[in-house]
């Protein structure tokens, strides 16, 4: 039984347009993210929510759009996609925000044509 | 800036030795770190952990070592296997917060 999962594994899109990571996790963790890694492997933390509220947000463009529906739920929205969007995107949780390890889902493959 | 570890170093071992992948960390005010390992095509996976009460915390054929005066982690691999090739990465958490900081991560290369 997976821990965190997301889904799509693979998205290919043009530019411009708008597409949505969604993730989930089953073990009853209050705080989830959004990474990104890029093509040299640096992985980068965007939106950690605790809660299902918006706790960190780093600098992200607001065409990101995080949204968490409930504690084991956090979805990624993105409007009018760049190529420089294209990166390994991951999901993760960890039973607090704070001295505790993350788990992570198996990321989604995003490839901006 | 906020800055944990090297560009993407390779390490490359021989099977049955022993492996040391380092990481230096930036931020005086973190007090938490995590070593995670990534496999191809997979999610960072929890490895080891330690507070920065502490200097040393061993698992299983893993040993992390931290140096707060230095600002220096380190991952000991003990009897390095092939199954052990991946990406490693070193993250800090600073001040118990909501926002881990990772390292470019080290390669590591296990010859057969």
């Known amino acids: 039984d997976t821990a965190v999962s997301q889904t799509p594994k693979y998205l290919v899109t043009q530019m411009g347009n708008d597409k949505s990571i969604k993730c989930e996790q089953n073990?009853?963790?209050?705080?989830m993210y959004w990474y990104k890694q890029d093509s040299k492997k640096f992985l980068k933390i965007m939106f950690s929510y605790n809660n299902k509220e918006l706790i960190i947000n780093e600098t992200v463009p607001n065409r990101f759009s995080p949204k968490s529906p409930d504690k084991a739920h956090l979805n990624l929205h993105i409007n009018s996609l760049e190529l420089g969007d294209s990166a390994v995107y991951f999901c993760?949780?960890?039973?607090?925000?704070?001295?505790?390890?993350?788990?992570f889902g198996q990321g989604t493959r995003l490839t901006v044509v | 800036g906020e800055s944990v570890g090297l560009h993407l170093p390779t390490l490359s071992v021989q099977e049955g030795d022993n492996s040391i992948i380092n990481c230096a960390y930036s931020?005086?005010?973190?007090?938490?770190f995590i070593w995670y390992k990534q496999e191809s095509g997979k999610g960072p996976q929890f490895i080891i952990d330690i507070r920065s009460n502490m200097d040393k915390r061993q698992g299983q054929r893993v040993t992390v070592l931290l140096n707060k005066t230095v600002k220096h982690l380190s991952l000991q691999i003990a009897a390095t296997q092939p199954g052990d090739s991946a990406v490693y990465f070193c993250a800090e958490n600073i001040g118990g917060g909501f926002k881990t900081i990772f390292g470019a991560g080290t390669r590591l290369f296990v010859k057969a």
């Open positions: 073990l009853g963790h209050d705080t």
């Open positions: 993760a949780s960890s039973q607090d925000g704070g001295y505790t390890e993350a788990f």
């Open positions: 931020n005086s005010a973190s007090d938490y």
